[in-house]
């Protein structure tokens, strides 16, 4: 089955600075890949997603790379704001299946 | 205003005590989805149903129970055979689509602590 890998689990960066969050997963198979923000004790939500026929997908200060080959996908956040402070997670849906795995996450940390 | 809206926010279970959690949506989703967070991880997945009347264990179905008798609703059972119950358990449902993925979307969640 599909297994994502997530990094860092930590991020800490200054306001204005750019976040990058990083993704693996193991199967070749997959082909949806959505990012979800949660913050402290409310639901995830879907801040952008990328489907395997698109290299790269931006959303103004969002974008999303995927490297098919490496089978890795990024997160990139730009002009970063204190209200971007939040937990992150990626995760990745094998074709066929409904199911997405998700990584661990990563809590991202913006000081103004 | 469509959503996905899980009951109670918060839940106390006592030692030996089966307990259900409410999911019910009005997004017209085929599936829908139950899954567990526990502190500093990730979202693991429990149960998730594509049909009514059908469903598949996740990652981490020993313990827990569901059903799907409407299009609507999934309820979660926590039954008294998971002895290690209390987490943030989270709801979600989509449509379904081949070949491409299509989002989750969640519920608010439900708390679940031991007494």
């Known amino acids: 089955g599909e297994n994502v890998e997530q990094h860092p689990s930590t991020l800490s960066v200054q306001e204005g600075d750019s976040a990058v969050i990083k993704c693996t997963y193991s199967?070749?198979?997959?082909?949806?890949f959505p990012w979800y923000k949660q913050e402290l004790g409310k639901r995830p939500q879907l801040i952008i997603d990328?489907?395997?026929?698109?290299g790269e997908k931006k959303d103004q200060r969002i974008a999303v790379t995927l490297n098919k080959t490496a089978k890795h996908f990024s997160l990139h956040i730009t002009e970063t704001q204190p209200e971007d402070s939040a937990v992150y997670f990626c995760a990745a849906r094998e074709r066929g299946f409904q199911k997405l795995v998700f990584g661990t996450g990563t809590r991202l940390l913006v000081s103004p | 205003d469509g959503g996905i809206t899980q009951s109670p926010k918060y839940l106390f279970r006592k030692e030996g005590q089966n307990v259900t959690l409410s999911c019910e949506q009005n997004l017209n989703h085929d599936a829908m989805y139950w899954y567990r967070q526990d502190p500093g991880q990730g979202l693991r997945l429990i149960y998730y149903s594509q049909i009514v009347n059908d469903f598949q264990k996740g990652d981490i179905a020993e313990g827990y129970s569901v059903s799907r008798e409407k299009k609507e609703s999934f309820p979660l059972t926590v039954t008294s055979a998971q002895k290690n119950p209390t987490a943030f358990y989270l709801c979600?449902?989509?449509?379904?689509?081949?070949?491409?993925?299509?989002?989750?979307?969640f519920g608010d969640g439900t708390r679940l602590s031991i007494l």
């Open positions: 990328i489907r395997s026929n698109v």
């Open positions: 979600a449902s989509s449509i379904l689509s081949e070949p491409k993925g299509q989002p989750q979307h």
């Open positions: 199967d070749s198979a997959s082909n949806y």
